[in-house]
């Protein structure tokens, strides 16, 4: 082999037939997400449709679900919805480094953006296990709050999702997926690698916990609807216990309360430095009990740490019927922390 196709091959990681594993942080590689094309009707067809799944389901928990004829009068107008459409902002569906695998992620920018610009990034965590929760290409409807706001946004994913590489621990290595997503974040050419944040959904307030815990180092942090206390949910919804987080946490069989203890931040957050948290919890949640977001703001107020604690009554996981303020808090609440 000539002598400058042997350093390519070897650059490359093609010699001996296996690519070199990607370093941490690393973007491997980035294509654009297919446009958006689902109408107006469509969407609000969709949206009352999952919501009304939800409400069947938080009966059958025993909680009682707000009216979903409500939530009609709360989506985005059909004039929002179709600006959105005409201006969308910047998305791009990629891979990163993390522990020599590749993790998907999505990358939604403001459109239009400038070269020159240097902005804040949220690194996204979505909740759910596997397939269920993950972001999608339309997720940039979800994320138009944050890049009108001028944020770019990265979704993680998570490892064995998407085409990612290993399988995700609920809590285990996984996290390492979220602190390799921001050394991304503080890479890429158009972020302010100052001013980047952390915002948890659900599984993914839990994991925006570990990685505190694990030396995370963001200006501030948002747990919407997080989940905190795996022990105390368990006992509600064994369901969790004996199905997804019995298939994917290691050893659960043997060690079960020691790896809901370890993924819980009711047990740690008060023994770690936390930047500002921001709690955000319906009352109506049948997926994560509000006492999580309680539990959290209690430690924090005994250490004295940073912190605010919205409870909206009668909203569901993830606040869709609130969704303005909890967009607009949160928004101001990454701003009010930025460094200027």
Not at 130 to 153: L, Q
Not at 206 to 219: D, E, I, S
Not at 228 to 247: F, I, K, Q, T, Y
Request: hydrophobic share 45%; charged share 25%.
């Amino acid at each position: 082999m000539r002598a400058w196709l042997f350093a390519l091959a070897l650059a490359l990681g093609w010699v001996g037939g296996a690519a070199a594993a990607p370093a941490d942080g690393a973007l491997v590689e980035s294509r654009p997400c297919p446009p958006r094309t689902r109408t107006y009707d469509d969407w609000v067809a969709g949206q009352l449709k999952d919501a009304t799944e939800e409400a069947e389901l938080s009966r059958k928990a025993g909680v009682t679900p707000p009216d979903v004829a409500a939530l009609r009068a709360v989506l985005p107008t059909r004039a929002e919805y179709d600006a959105e459409l005409k201006a969308p902002a910047d998305c791009a569906f990629a891979y990163y480094g993390s522990d020599g695998l590749k993790v998907a992620a999505y990358i939604w920018k403001p459109a239009k953006l400038s070269p020159s610009a240097r902005l804040p990034v949220i690194v996204m965590l979505r909740g759910g296990n596997r397939d269920f929760g993950k972001f999608g290409p339309d997720g940039g409807r979800r994320m138009a709050a944050f890049t009108s706001a001028g944020f770019v946004v990265i979704g993680v994913q998570y490892r064995g999702v998407d085409g990612g590489e290993g399988l995700e621990q609920f809590g285990g290595d996984d996290v390492h997926d979220v602190l390799n997503a921001l050394k991304l974040a503080r890479a890429l050419p158009q972020a302010d690698p100052n001013n980047v944040f952390l915002h948890g959904g659900s599984r993914g307030g839990m994991m925006a916990y570990l990685a505190l815990k694990q030396g995370a180092q963001v200006n501030a942090v948002v747990a919407l609807n997080a989940l905190a206390d795996l022990p105390a949910e368990a006992v509600r919804r064994p369901e969790m216990s004996e199905g997804p987080w019995r298939a994917l946490i290691p050893d659960f069989a043997t060690r079960r309360d020691e790896a809901l203890k370890a993924r819980s931040a009711v047990y740690f957050i008060d023994q770690i430095e936390t930047p500002p948290i921001l709690l955000l919890h319906g009352t109506s949640d049948w997926r994560a009990d509000t006492d999580n977001s309680y539990a959290i703001a209690r430690k924090l107020q005994a250490k004295g740490r940073p912190y605010e604690l919205h409870v909206f009554e009668g909203d569901v996981h993830g606040l869709a019927y609130h969704w303005r303020e909890r967009d607009r808090l949160t928004i101001a609440f990454f701003r009010r922390h930025m460094r200027r």
